[in-house]
Structure formats: C-alpha cells, structure tokens
T-cell receptor, first 112, second 116 residues
Framework: GQQLNQSPQSMFIQEGEDVSMNCTSSSIFNTWLWYKQDPGEGPVLLIALYKAGELTSNGRLTAQFGITRKDSFLNISASIPSDVGIYFCAGPDSNSGYALNFGKGTSLLVTP | DAGVIQSPRHEVTEMGQEVTLRCKPISGHNSLFWYRQTMMRGLELLIYFNNNVPIDDSGMPEDRFSAKMPNASFSTLKIQPSEPRDSAVYFC??????????????FGPGTRLTVL
C-alpha cells in the first residue's frame, strides 16, 4: 500500500501548549483519517476528512486535508495530560479502497 | 452504544496450540476487518468481510490463519498451529459499507497474543 510519513515521531510538551503534527504521502488520497491510540487499547477515530482544503474540528482538535491531497495536519490546542498517546494518520489503499494504510504514528507525551 | 467487542483481551499460549480470537462488530455495520499490529510492521489488514462474506484475505499470513463470520454479529480469527512469530496485537474493526463511510473504521480494544 501507499506509504504515509508522519512527523514528528515523538513530541514531549507541557500541559497547555499547542501541538501540531503532519502526515505526507507521495500518492493522492481522497480521504484522510486521524486516529488516537492509548496504551493497551485500540485506535479511536478522531476526525475524518473528505475534501481537499477541508478543515474540521473535534473539540480541541483540528485537522486539515491538504490542497495537494498528499498531506494532512492535526493540531491540538491547549494540551492536557489525557492527550497522551500515539496519533496515527490513515488513508484508504488505492487498490482496494477499503483497507486503511496507516502511518507509523506520532507519540505525544504531555507533562502536567 | 457498545463499540466493537473483542475477546479475550490477552492470550498466552504455547507454540503449536490453537488460538481463537473473537469479535462482535458494532450493530448495523456490515463491514468487518481483522488487523494485526506489531512494532516492526505497524497495523496490517489480514482479512475483510462484507455482509459476512470474505472479500479479501490476501493479508492472511499463511494457511495457519483462518477467519469466519457466521453471522452479522460475530467473527472469529483462528491460528492453528500457533508460532512465536504470531505474537502481536490483533484488532477487529467494523464500519458501514455505504460509500466512503467504509473507511470510518471503528476498532475494538484488541487481543494481545503471546505465543511462547
């Protein structure tokens, strides 16, 4: 499947700070998804994006579908300790349309 | 609403034993996916069912792996015989297959499998 590159690999921030992470691909995607995975749990869908340029919010989270359709950004405002986890971007495999290709994740640590 | 339910949450077994993982998808979802997560390879799709029918099993590692979906509310993933390299976290996910919503996949809590 298509490769998704996430950056940064990890972030260590203080509570209250804003966070920004991104995901890029050499291929065009028609859908971008952002998931969060807590230790010992399954990925939880945070935001789904369907149109180039689309900006969607979910509470303190905001994600954007890049104009080129080859990238996406996730921002978290005023981080809190429970934001700790691994954030994955995902997009549908171009061959199947149903399988999801996942990035390797951005690990976020928030100190009180 | 109940999310995707998986059991057991943890399984420790010895090499050569049969392992059965279970999944109950979200009610009303007609697409079901089994994924495997490892540190080396991340999340990989093993098999995809639509309306209880296996559509794509190209991700199943080998013949030791099999999956069934006898009805809309239950699926199993079986490994027989198990090997240490099968140790991983196995996730079940479900979604509605109406158009692009198929990609909004909801994951269960996973089964952490350790094969000794």
């Amino acid at each position: 499947g298509q490769q998704l590159n996430q950056s940064p690999q990890s972030m260590f921030i203080q509570e209250g700070e804003d966070v920004s992470m991104n995901c890029t691909s050499s291929s065009i995607f028609n859908t971008w998804l952002w998931y969060k995975q807590d230790p010992g749990e399954g990925p939880v869908l945070l935001i789904a994006l369907y149109k180039a340029g689309e900006l969607t919010s979910n509470g303190r989270l905001t994600a954007q579908f890049g104009i080129t359709r080859k990238d996406s950004f996730l921002n978290i405002s005023a981080s809190i300790p429970s934001d700790v986890g691994i954030y994955f971007c995902a997009g549908p495999d171009s061959n199947s349309g149903y399988a999801l290709n996942f990035g390797k994740g951005t690990s976020l640590l928030v100190t009180p | 609403d109940a999310g995707v339910i998986q059991s057991p949450r943890h399984e420790v077994t010895e090499m050569g034993q049969e392992v059965t993982l279970r999944c109950k998808p979200i009610s009303g979802h007609n697409s079901l996916f089994w994924y495997r997560q490892t540190m080396m390879r991340g999340l990989e799709l093993l098999i995809y069912f639509n309306n209880n029918v296996p559509i794509d099993d190209s991700g199943m590692p080998e013949d030791r792996f099999s999956a069934k979906m006898p009805n809309a509310s239950f699926s199993t993933l079986k490994i027989q015989p198990s090997e240490p390299r099968d140790s991983a976290v196995y996730f079940c996910a479900s979604s509605s297959s109406s158009g692009f919503r198929i990609n909004e996949q909801f994951f269960g809590p996973g089964t952490r499998l350790t094969v000794l």
